[in-house]
């Protein structure tokens, strides 16, 4: 069983930045593709980033190319996600996501297994 943990949200003003972690423990960190998603309330968890298991493939939604870029540190088990420009669309609570061993880092909720609680970013105009 994974278990993963988010740290890192907060408050912070249009323009500015923020990075999110995620702590990994409990299975083979590097052999899963890894992923952060974000949810407002009342709408459908979306798709932020994700990243292959060995860091060489990246995939970003559309309005977070050349804003956001996920990395990963496999002997460190964690993924971060840095957030630069942010704006205030970009508020939501950001949930880390891993897939089964040798998953594809997929765009849908569906390619996921295991999930952190979330952190909450709010980005103030």
């Known amino acids: 069983q994974v278990q993963l943990v988010e740290s890192g949200g907060g408050l912070v003003q249009a323009g500015g930045s923020l990075s999110l972690s995620c702590a990994a423990s409990g299975g083979t960190f590097s052999s899963y593709a890894m992923a952060w998603f974000r949810q407002v309330p009342g709408k459908e968890r979306e798709f932020a980033a994700s990243i292959s298991w060995n860091g060489g493939n990246t995939y970003y939604t559309d309005s977070a190319k050349g804003r956001f870029t996920i990395s990963r540190d496999n002997a460190k088990n964690t993924v971060s996600l840095q957030m630069n420009s942010l704006k205030p669309e970009d508020t939501a609570a950001y949930y880390c996501?891993?897939?089964?061993?040798?998953?594809?880092?997929?765009?849908?909720?569906?390619?996921?297994?295991?999930w952190g609680q979330g952190t909450q970013v709010t980005v103030s105009s």
């Open positions: 996501a891993a897939s089964v061993p040798g998953g594809w880092p997929g765009r849908s909720t569906n390619y996921y297994d295991y």
